[in-house]
């Protein structure tokens, strides 16, 4: 089984920084893709940024360039999601995801319990 595990949310003011951390474990062969999403109260979730395989190639939703890093650590599996100069409409549940390939070879898109990031004075 694979698990993702999310870790870093909570309270911050407007203009504040946090750091999002998301680890993966479990039968992990290779992981292709990994992303994170977020999804605020009565909204669709939606992407916040992606990152390729070998962390060269990143892509971030338009309101979130600029303020926004994402970066992996592939021999830890994990994924990140730097957050500066953070807004009242950057709060939601974020979720992280990654395409992972298991040791039976199967390849599925996984998706962690998400955590609450809340911007407010």
């Known amino acids: 089984q694979v698990q993702l595990v999310e870790s870093g949310g909570g309270l911050v003011q407007p203009g504040g920084s946090l750091r999002l951390s998301c680890a993966a474990s479990?039968?992990?062969?290779?992981?292709?893709?990994m992303g994170w999403y977020r999804q605020a109260p009565g909204k669709e979730r939606e992407l916040v940024a992606t990152v390729t395989s070998g962390g060269r190639s990143t892509n971030y939703a338009d309101s979130v360039k600029g303020r926004f890093t994402i970066s992996r650590d592939n021999a830890k599996n994990t994924v990140h999601l730097q957050m500066n100069s953070l807004r009242p409409e950057d709060t939601a549940v974020y979720y992280c995801?990654?395409?992972?390939?298991?040791?039976?070879?199967?390849?599925?898109?996984?998706w962690g319990q998400g955590t609450q990031v809340t911007v407010s004075s």
């Open positions: 995801t990654a395409t992972i390939r298991d040791w039976y070879g199967y390849v599925n898109d996984y």
């Open positions: 479990g039968s992990i062969f290779s992981i292709n893709g």
